[in-house]
Nanobody, 123 residues
Framework: QVRLVESGGGLVQPGGSLTLSCAAS????????MGWYRQAPGRQRELVAI???????QYEDSVKGRFTISRDNAKNTMYLQMVSLKPEDTAVYYC?????????????????WGQGTQVTVSS
């Protein structure tokens, strides 16, 4: 199984910054797409940003110009740099990764999620 662990969440004042990390571990052959999602109380989970294996990126409109997604393929780690944070960015942030893994001599696709990290923007 491929495991994803997020870190870096916390409490920050409006206008502040945070950087989230997502580290993948397991019998990974390759990771293709990776993404950050968030879920605020009473709302559905939504896509924040995605990054492909070729470093192509897409962002949800409300975070464009404020959030930057990146990845370090050598470390199987993805990041989300968040600046100019707003109260409406408050949510649990989840990372997702897709790719190929090796298990028992066979190769499988995987689509894994992290456990989530809380980001709270409040004065």
């Amino acid at each position: 199984q491929v495991r994803l662990v997020e870190s870096g969440g916390g409490l920050v004042q409006p206008g502040g910054s945070l950087t989230l990390s997502c580290a993948a571990s397991g019998s990974i052959i390759t990771i293709t797409d990776m993404g950050w999602y968030r879920q605020a109380p009473g709302r559905q989970r939504e896509l924040v940003a995605i990054i492909t294996s070729g470093d192509n990126t897409q962002y949800e409109d409300s975070v464009k110009g404020r959030f930057t997604i990146s990845r370090d393929n050598a470390k199987n780690t993805m990041y989300l740099q968040m600046v100019s944070l707003k109260p409406e960015d408050t949510a649990v942030y989840y990372c997702n990764a897709q790719g190929l893994q090796k298990n028992g001599g066979l190769i499988y696709t995987f689509d894994s999620w992290g456990q989530g990290t809380q980001v709270t923007v409040s004065s």
